[in-house]
Nanobody, 125 residues
Framework: QVRLVESGGGLVQAGDSLRLSCEVDGGRTIYTNAMGWFRQPPRKEREFVAAINWSGHTTDYSDSVKGRFTVSRDNTKNTMYLQMNSLKPEDTANYYC?????????????????WGQGTQVTVSS
């Protein structure tokens, strides 16, 4: 079993920054697995935000966050991060981290096998 624990969400103003963390627990290391961030805005479906492959050398972002968000990972700490800069009110959502067995990234939520409980990010205007 893989357990994911997100942290770092909160209430900020437009233009501020936040860094989300996702720690993988359950006795499993993440050296060989791709991971991703998704978010679910109020009254909307879950959407892809960012993904990173097993080594950290390949990343992908949704167009709405490209240039403002940066995904990274520290495999020695079993942790993935999402640095969010220049936050906008439309970034308000519950943010989820996800884990998949393959090494390479996917933008499809259906291709991730484990999910965290989510951390709320609220951006006021």
């Amino acid at each position: 079993q893989v357990r994911l624990v997100e942290s770092g969400g909160g209430l900020v103003q437009a233009g501020d920054s936040l860094r989300l963390s996702c720690e993988v627990d359950g006795g499993r290391t993440i050296y060989t697995n791709a991971m991703g961030w998704f978010r679910q805005p109020p009254r909307k479906e879950r959407e892809f935000v960012a993904a990173i492959n097993w080594s950290g050398h390949t990343t992908d972002y949704s167009d709405s966050v490209k240039g403002r968000f940066t995904v990274s990972r520290d495999n020695t700490k079993n942790t993935m991060y999402l640095q969010m800069n220049s936050l906008k009110p439309e970034d308000t959502a519950n943010y989820y981290c996800a884990f998949r067995y393959p090494r390479e990234i996917s933008v499809s939520s259906g291709e991730y096998q484990y999910w965290g409980q989510g951390t709320q990010v609220t951006v006021s205007s």
